[in-house]
């Protein structure tokens, strides 16, 4: 018998929480939305979206549902369609592409998904490889490492513990589509292309509308940066470069991947950008450290048969505002195209071409005609 009565109260301060952690961490456990430890118990299967859940509900696909390769990307892919790989590139592919994935955030998915599965192909965006500095993926790399117990930091909130208690079926708290095949397509980031002819030059109606519905705080330095534009020859300044820091990057968010399963193929996409992206002010000095990642890309590639990178930045395509819904989001053709490139090897680069490649993107920026953008954007904008 405790005859200190503070002892008694800190005894009880201490244990009367416990049971109820542990029934809440039980309950969790059952309800489990996003599928970390188990498919669904009493209700029917339901997923998050990828656009905004595919970090965490790639993990539970990965161990309960059945596929061989994967599409990793940002919102670069969300349009790239399961069913058109399939057809092209055989195999049953499902797109875990997820809004503003870093290559290193992709990375840790992918990395998952190969030691728990057998994953024959693999395509993954490469935005920003001409970088050194990623998101660290801390707010939900823990779901990805071996340790099952600090998988419940995923649910440790109001949010799903409320939907826990009321074993709530809204989509809310257990997503709301029905299949882990969810062939991603998102309004937002639809072409307002009117024409099948995507190489044509814009007319100043497509300008216009492209400009229009653009305009917000994002674009603000965009749209000051074209008012201000004075056609200043282009050129592109060479500057020092950390070879040893690139390298390092691309082997430690990209190609270890490649290293490490060489019985998978990886086709590595360059998501190719509007000539605005490169052609204004400091995206110019970016153009610089794009161009020599690239070329350490490919001759760190050269010798690894399990690896293909596809760039599209030397095509027309780019030239063309209506094929872009902001600087950076094409349409839905792009995608399409990426995947019939892969199967048909087109528009892959390599140390043959590099060269050719870069200098042909090189020259279709330099002589992208922007004082036409300007010149529509001086004489007014609808509201």
Not at 89 to 114: Q, R
Not at 127 to 137: L, P, R, S
Not at 161 to 189: M, P
Not at 211 to 220: A, G, H, P, S, Y
């Amino acid at each position: 018998m405790i005859k200190n009565p503070y002892k008694l109260f800190y005894l009880c301060v201490l244990c009367v929480p416990i049971p109820f952690a542990a029934g809440i961490s039980i309950l969790l456990y059952l309800y489990d939305p996003m599928q970390i430890w188990h498919k669904p118990y009493w209700r029917d299967i339901t997923f998050f979206d990828y656009t905004g859940h595919g970090r965490s509900q790639a993990r539970g696909v990965i161990d309960f549902y059945q596929f061989d390769s994967i599409i990793m990307g940002s919102s670069m892919l969300f349009k790239s369609d399961e069913k058109l790989a399939d057809e092209k590139l055989k195999g049953t592919w499902v797109n875990f592409s997820t809004g503003g994935a870093s290559n290193y955030e992709k990375a840790v998915i992918l990395n998952y998904g190969l030691k728990h599965k057998n994953i024959k192909q693999v395509i993954m965006s490469i935005e920003g490889f001409w970088q050194t500095v990623d998101k660290d993926a801390r707010d939900f790399k823990y779901i990805y490492d071996e340790n099952p117990i600090n998988d419940i930091k995923l649910y440790l909130n109001y949010h799903f513990i409320s939907c826990a208690l009321i074993w709530s079926l809204n989509q809310e708290c257990v997503g709301n589509k029905n299949t882990y095949r969810q062939r991603i397509q998102s309004s937002d980031t639809q072409s307002n292309t009117k024409t099948a002819d995507t190489t044509k030059l814009d007319t100043d109606e497509e300008i216009r509308a492209w400009l229009t519905r653009n305009q917000n705080k994002k674009t603000k330095k965009l749209y000051d940066d074209l008012r201000n534009f004075a056609n200043n020859p282009f050129t592109v300044a060479e500057h020092e470069i950390d070879i040893k820091r690139h390298e390092a990057y691309l082997n430690d968010n990209i190609l270890f991947l490649a290293k490490q399963n060489p019985n998978t193929k990886f086709y590595f996409v360059i998501p190719p950008y509007t000539r605005l992206t490169f052609r204004l002010k400091d995206e110019i000095y970016d153009l610089y450290e794009w161009e020599m990642s690239l070329r350490l890309l490919v001759e760190m590639t050269k010798d690894m048969e399990n690896v293909g990178i596809y760039g599209f930045d030397s095509l027309d395509y780019p030239n063309r505002l209506a094929n872009y819904f902001d600087t950076t989001h094409y349409g839905r053709d792009m995608n399409e195209m990426q995947i019939d490139s892969i199967a048909t090897n087109k528009h892959r680069i390599t140390t043959n071409n590099v060269e050719s490649y870069i200098q042909e993107t090189r020259q279709k920026i330099e002589s992208y005609d922007i004082a036409r953008i300007a010149k529509i954007l001086d004489m007014g904008l609808k509201d």
